[in-house]
């Protein structure tokens, strides 16, 4: 029996090492910077994050400040999300490089990490280390006070983007956020614009409880209580595409008749259309039902393009260049809470040159 | 008729009877909520091909990944006494190769998906006999040994994919996502009865089914008879490799798209629980594959179910839970044990009285 629990704790050791290269191996971009808590290696990780032309700019940047005379620079610390979280994040990193390049003055220093605890270490790293501005994406709302009047005590100006933390608004200069709610009322104020003569409504939801469910399920909640557009159906298929195609597919089977898909991201009105498709009912532009979708991933603008879809509603993560202007204008911007403009495209209008610029992914 | 019934519940059927009584049940449930429920139509796609339309037609389409991992789990299941819970991870890995494979040049030909599918093989048993190894050689509890793969095997698909939301779009593709032009029938229901008849094959033509009982019912003794019971175990996984690869082929092609988040998400719970509800012991020993496969059907028909009664998806779980309680409870040895007492106490009463009657008279 002893025997065997030894051999037992090896083999769980050994288990556990392997697990952990796996992971570590997986995940390189992002855990590189995990077990680094000290300032040295939050510097290295402008040049870990490996995601193709990225790491080419923060070569760059690391190479030319280095060079840069000191006091002409702005320093300015990133603590994000590692671009792995998503297809929207991995965008807002490059967007942060590329703006806070040492071409446009800036020597960036980054930090990626999904837990808070890690972050505030880094966001506290660069305060010592005396960055002129930090900039925050928290991975949760709490735990920030005491970082920030650290910060605000060595006149470090701070600006929240993407996500808000619950601090006191005098902590920070200006948070620039998305307003997911404007995102569905932008969507739903366009479907009105369509003017059919009924709305009957599929309604795929995202995961229950998140932002973007939320803010993009209240425009046109609004609608189906004032009784202007029907709803068939309103299920979460929480961004699950196979889910919403199940869920279209039993309202095609209900017999049920439909003329609206709002999905609440590119990847549901993805499965949705390929149950229409199996089903033989047409889609997009001069279809039977008009199909919505959001995030403007590139492929999914491109089926906008093709006509395939009608409508992809823009969840910005170009936060970059706004705080860019704020920092370079000197002066303390107007509202503390800084909506970020985002954008609708129909398929009639979109252009290839909105797909470059506005697109997600590859 | 009393005959067939008996054999039903203690013949060789006896261990089908519970899933095959959830699916009459499903049935006439969904009959007398709405008649033509499984009213099966034919029209047409946007491709114009002939299709079968309809909720019969979703569900065993919509079932067919679960049926083919609820196989490959019976067979781990009845080897190792332990489940496998790495499955949609591992999924998500094959299913990444497969699309990273077929995005490497211009052009998607046939010989390319097939070579893109091997590979996917590969790589699914490669991570399928690591598992396997962890069970059958450092005899770690398989849902320890298995929880490695599950928690970093996501982590795994998106390094593969380097971004997002790869997409494919090619004939071939959606030919195994969803039609092959003049069959009506969906591809990925072709499938499932393809690994089927496989499975019956190699049960015939090889001793598989027998060393993997006698394996799961006491390895010991099976090793003292001549029988390799680490290989047979490490098989079994390397087996369910396979069949993960194909279920996320099926996955990737049904949309054309691979999300490393939500392809076949939690799919290994209801894996497992397909082999549950067709009467497989979970401790491992005796197996039927059809029962797994009956018991995927049977949970693809209480969500379908549930959706067309339009049960909001959050609550499908719940209600799912609460069927799945019950079937589990009955089908469970200890239920049955007292359910035959009870069944004899009745009849030995009855023949009390009467011998009562008899001994008045």
């Known amino acids: ?362 | 008729m009393n005959n067939m019934f008996k054999k039903l519940i203690k013949g060789g059927m006896g261990q089908l009877a519970i899933p095959l009584i959830a699916i009459a049940l499903l049935v006439i449930f969904n009959l007398i909520r709405d008649p033509g429920f499984f009213f099966v139509g034919i029209s047409h796609n946007n491709d114009g091909n002939i299709v079968l339309q309809g909720n019969l037609i979703s569900i065993i389409n919509g079932a067919s990944e679960l049926a083919v991992l609820a196989m490959g789990m019976t067979l781990v299941t009845a080897a190792c006494g332990g489940q496998d819970i790495s499955v949609g991870a591992a999924a998500a890995i094959a299913g990444s190769v497969l699309v990273k494979t077929l995005k490497s040049g211009p052009q998607i030909t046939g010989g390319k998906v097939l070579l893109a599918f091997i590979l996917a093989c590969i790589v699914a048993m490669i991570f399928g006999s690591f598992n396997g190894t962890l069970v059958a050689v450092f005899k770690i509890q398989p849902m320890i040994a298995t929880l490695i793969l599950y928690t970093c095997g996501r982590s795994i698909a998106y390094w593969i994919n380097g971004g997002a939301t790869p997409t494919v779009s090619s004939p071939i593709i959606s030919a195994i996502g969803s039609f092959i032009p003049g069959i009506p029938v969906p591809t990925p229901v072709l499938i499932v009865i393809l690994m089927a008849i496989i499975f019956k094959l190699i049960f015939r033509f090889t001793s598989l089914e027998l060393f993997t009982q006698s394996v799961g019912i006491n390895g010991s003794a099976a090793r003292l008879n001549g029988i390799n019971s680490t290989f047979i175990k490490l098989l079994s996984f390397i087996i369910l490799g396979v069949c993960v690869a194909v279920a996320g082929t099926i996955g990737v092609s049904r949309l054309g798209l691979i999300n490393h988040e939500t392809l076949l998400l939690d799919i290994e719970m209801d894996a497992i629980l397909a082999v549950a509800i067709g009467g497989n012991s979970l401790g491992g020993g005796k197996f039927k594959i059809s029962g797994s496969i009956i018991g995927a059907y049977v949970i693809q028909m209480l969500t379908i179910t549930l959706y067309a009664m339009k049960v909001s998806s959050t609550d499908v779980k719940a209600y799912k839970a609460l069927v799945i309680i019950l079937l589990v409870v009955i089908g469970s040895p200890v239920f049955k044990d007292r359910f035959n007492k009870f069944v004899n106490r009745m009849r030995g009463d009855k023949k009390g009285i009467s011998e009562k009657g008899a001994a008045k008279a």
Request: some cysteine; charged content about 25%; hydrophobic content about 40%.
């Open chain 1, 1 to 362: 029996m002893k025997k065997f629990s030894k051999i037992l704790s090896v083999a769980l050791a050994s288990a556990m090492i392997i697990g952990l290269c796996a992971c570590g191996s997986s995940t390189a971009p992002t855990t590189a910077a995990d077990s680094s808590s000290d300032t040295a290696a939050v510097a290295d990780t402008a040049t870990d994050t490996a995601t193709d032309t990225a790491a080419d700019t923060a070569a760059d940047t690391a190479a030319d400040t280095a060079a840069a005379p000191a006091g002409d620079v702005i320093k300015v610390g990133v603590v994000n999300n590692p671009p792995s979280e998503s297809g929207y994040r991995e965008a807002n990193v490059k967007d942060m490089e590329a703006v806070f390049s040492a071409d446009n003055g800036y020597e960036l220093k980054t930090y990626y990490s999904l837990k808070n605890d890690e972050q505030l270490q880094a966001a506290q790293g660069f305060i010592t280390e005396g960055v002129d501005y930090l900039l925050i994406s928290a991975a949760e709302t709490t735990g920030w006070d005491e970082v920030l009047k650290k910060a605000q005590e060595a006149g470090i100006k701070v600006y929240l983007f993407d996500r808000m933390i619950d601090v006191d608004e005098s902590l920070y200069e200006a948070a620039v956020v998305s307003d997911m709610a404007k995102e569905g009322e932008t969507a739903v104020n366009w479907l009105l614009s369509q003017n059919l003569d009924t709305y009957n409504v599929i309604h795929i939801q995202g995961a229950m409880g998140s932002d973007a469910q939320i803010g993009r399920t209240g425009a046109l909640d609004e609608q189906f209580a004032s009784g202007k557009m029907n709803k068939v159906v309103q299920q979460t298929a929480t961004w699950d595409e196979a889910e919403a195609k199940k869920i279209v597919e039993s309202v095609i089977n209900s017999g049920e008749s439909f003329n609206v898909i709002y999905a609440e991201n590119d990847g549901m009105a993805k499965g949705a259309v390929a149950a229409l498709d199996d089903a033989g009912i047409t889609h997009g532009v001069d279809g039977d039902v008009i199909v919505m979708g959001f995030d403007c991933n590139k492929w999914a603008l491109r089926e906008l393009k093709a006509g395939a879809w009608n409508y992809d509603g823009q969840c910005s993560p170009f936060q970059a260049q706004i705080i860019s202007d704020l920092i370079k204008s000197g002066s303390a911007p107007s509202s503390k809470k800084i909506i970020n403009e985002e954008k609708g495209f129909d398929a009639t209008t979109i252009t290839d040159a909105d797909i470059d610029t506005y697109g997600l992914g590859e």
